[in-house]
């Protein structure tokens, strides 16, 4: 084929291309502001990682304060590629690394400073990670960011206008030697106490202006034309912080800021409706409580409903997920981490890899137009490029989803083509269930993407009602998927007045238990709310899936004699009782303001013959005052105690769970456990729960 030819049928079918899949006649007006080519490739990402690793992984530090000895940095089997497989793996689309924290310590050998790698033990200082990791990125096909923390409490001149110079040198260096960058990482924690060289002191800046922000983004435009700037501490950038790390973006997220003035919390977690900046939400939370590796926290990896839970609120709330992985001393991603995410990559894929409405026919109440460029179809084509539109007067219409035959779901998605600005602000999800429409839910904002959850549902019809927005509407696709239950073992608690409650985590799931130690069936009681019951009840509960017969785990609760007549004595304090209500998320603390040893003496109401006692820490996430060495005494009268048992709780810092102690039975009204000791050499004490074993 000539040249001329070959490049006459590609103009043709271009133009095709183009007429079949973009609206080209009176396309609707933008409404507002719209993303950046940049942003909306970023967009599209959707999911992707964080890595921490720096001198705090061997300090069990979260802050460095900068004076931390680069001889500690020894990642013995560091492995970038053991992150990217693990990444990929769970279907994220990019990696940013910590190049720098706030410690000032760099994982690549900067040449402007000797605060990095170039100084550890590591490889001998011939170690570079940015490069490891780069290296890892482009085998798996992953995308590299940066975090570069601004705030730098090793440097002599942090604070000093010289220090934005040194800045700059290390921006340039991560943005010119690694390939491309897709994200660079500005963290907004920015001056306070710290090493500083030598100096030791408190040094403050104007996060607004010390760091020339402008000219600073200048800059790493020039460097990387394709790039997406996240910063929360000044000027702003293409992204925005969600106000909180916890995993969530407001249910209405508006993609929209100011451009300048003060951005309060509601600001970031919902956006500004009529802003009038492109900013949207990147929702940043890591895997455990904290950023980076503290061996007490193997045991609070985030389980896939907790992760389920982040999706939802986060990719399904018009936001992207920015999930952190706590890099292990030894360099690698800790195998729970590792399962967690895996296992919450197959929950995803599981609920939402066959989106029922696609290619079914659909019909809107109206078309701009009426035309096919701007038809009903083009929301469930499988296309995102097309989108069904309506006439510019037009805020509130219907979609209209036949799906043929009775179908099971229980989840709505819906995405708006936003490279024409986010328009949608509220709506409803119906259904036609045996000849009646029902609604499902209620929504405000769409955006990019939004997911609905709602209880299943057998319908022939899917209905997406808008009942308002800013301008005409345009949906470029709807998805209706069943998420299968996540089969997780029931929490089963017994609060003090000896009711149990069992809760499912995922509302929809059927519980069956049994209360007599026998193993429970979906024969068995079927669970349809909190039950007293008497003496030392052993229940053993199932969450049950008819649709497939399949069981979850089981849970078992062995409790001991009811503590309906229990008091607290000498604590003139209600929220004390949080130690005896049966529910493992709730604590009580004492002792801050006092001195060890700290004691909790209770009443039992009567004389009972114990024969030992449990304690469970605080399992909140920052679980303070852990009772790592204690003395527990008796009593039968309140005043003359009997020492029955002392020692520690062996482990307990890194593993918080029930602590049993058993001791010859004796006969006692009352009890005292006195903390000696906590586990971070402090006078508080937390308690999530007391208990008593009997004979
Ligand atoms: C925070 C930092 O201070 C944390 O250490 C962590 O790096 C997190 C991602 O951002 O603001």
């Known amino acids: 084929m000539s040249k001329i030819v070959k490049a006459c049928l590609f103009t043709a079918v271009f133009f095709l291309y183009s007429f079949s899949s973009r609206a080209q006649k009176n396309a609707p007006a933008s409404c507002g502001p719209v993303p950046s080519v940049n942003q909306m490739r970023w967009q599209e990402m959707e999911y992707y990682a964080f890595v921490h690793l720096s001198l705090n992984t061997y300090t069990d530090q979260s802050w460095g304060y900068g004076n931390e000895d680069v001889n500690l940095f020894n990642p013995t089997a560091l492995d970038c590629r053991q992150w990217a497989r693990i990444c990929k793996n769970a279907g994220m689309k990019g990696i940013i690394i910590t190049a720098k924290h706030h410690c000032g310590f760099c994982l690549w050998p900067s040449k402007y400073t000797e605060y990095s790698v170039k100084n550890a033990p590591w490889k001998n200082g011939k170690g570079d990670v940015v490069r490891e990791m780069a290296d890892a990125c482009k085998e798996y096909g992953l995308k590299l960011g940066i975090y570069l923390s601004p705030w730098d409490r090793n440097r002599a001149d942090y604070g000093k206008p010289e220090y934005i110079k040194y800045f700059r040198n290390q ?344 209360t007599d130690g026998s193993t429970p069936t979906s024969g068995s009681i079927k669970y349809k709310g909190p039950f007293l019951a008497d003496g030392k009840p052993e229940i053993r509960a199932i969450v049950y899936d008819p649709s497939n017969h399949q069981s979850s785990s089981e849970t078992h609760e062995k409790f001991d004699i009811a503590r309906k007549n229990w008091k607290i004595v000498g604590i003139d304090d209600e929220k004390a009782y949080a130690v005896l209500d049966g529910d493992p998320s709730t604590a009580w603390h004492q002792g801050k303001d006092q001195k060890m040893p700290v004691d909790l003496v209770i009443d039992l109401g009567k004389e009972e013959s114990l024969s030992g006692f449990r304690y469970l820490p605080d399992q909140g996430q920052w679980n303070a005052g852990i009772i790592a060495g204690y003395e527990f005494y008796i009593s039968e009268n309140g005043a003359d105690w009997k020492l029955v048992s002392h020692g520690e709780f062996p482990n307990i810092k890194n593993n918080p769970l029930w602590q049993i102690v058993k001791f010859n039975p004796q006969k006692a009204r009352y009890i005292k456990l006195r903390a000696v000791k906590n586990t971070e050499n402090n006078n508080e004490t937390g308690y999530a729960e007391i208990d008593i074993i009997t004979q």
């Open 171 to 514: 921006l340039t260096e991560l943005l010119t030697n690694y390939g491309p960058i897709f994200e660079i990482w500005f963290d907004g924690a920015n001056g306070g106490s710290g090493y500083y060289g030598g100096a030791n002191e408190t040094r403050m800046i104007d996060r607004k202006t010390y760091y020339d922000w402008a000219n600073t983004y200048k800059l790493v435009r020039k460097l990387q034309p394709n790039i997406v700037i996240w910063n929360d501490g000044g000027d702003r950038a293409d992204l925005r912080w969600v106000g909180t790390e916890g995993g969530s973006v407001g249910e209405t997220n508006w993609s929209l800021l100011n451009a300048t003035g003060d951005v309060p919390y509601d600001m970031l977690h919902y956006g500004v409706e009529n802003g009038n900046v492109w900013v949207p939400a990147e929702v940043n939370t890591s895997i455990r409580p904290e950023w980076f590796y503290h061996p007490n926290e193997d045991k609070k990896v985030k389980s896939v409903p907790q992760l389920m839970d982040i999706y939802y609120n986060s990719i399904g709330h018009n936001g992207s997920l920015l999930l952190n992985f706590p890099i292990m001393p030894n360099g690698l991603i800790h195998p729970t981490d590792e399962k967690n995410v895996l296992d919450f990559a197959e929950a995803v894929k599981a609920a939402f890899s066959v989106n029922l409405a696609k290619n079914k026919s659909a019909t809107a109440s109206n078309v701009r137009d009426g035309s096919k460029y701007f038809s009903a179809g083009n929301a469930t084509d499988d296309n995102k490029n097309t989108y069904w539109a309506t006439d510019d007067n037009i805020k509130a219409a219907s979609l209209t989803i036949d799906l043929g035959r009775p179908t099971r779901f229980n989840r709505f998605l819906a995405q708006e083509y936003i490279q024409l600005g986010q328009r949608v602000k509220s709506f409803t999800v119906e259904a036609l269930v045996k000849g009646q429409w029902q609604e499902l839910a209620k929504g405000t904002t769409i955006g990019y993407k939004r997911i609905i959850s709602f209880p299943a549902v057998n319908a022939t019809k899917v209905r997406l009602h808008i009942l308002d927005a800013k301008a005409c509407l345009l949906i470029s696709n709807v998805g209706i998927y069943y998420a299968p239950q996540i089969l997780a073992a029931p929490s089963v608690i017994r609060n003090q007045a000896g009711e149990i409650t069992i809760t499912p985590v995922d509302k929809e799931s059927i519980v069956y238990y049994t």
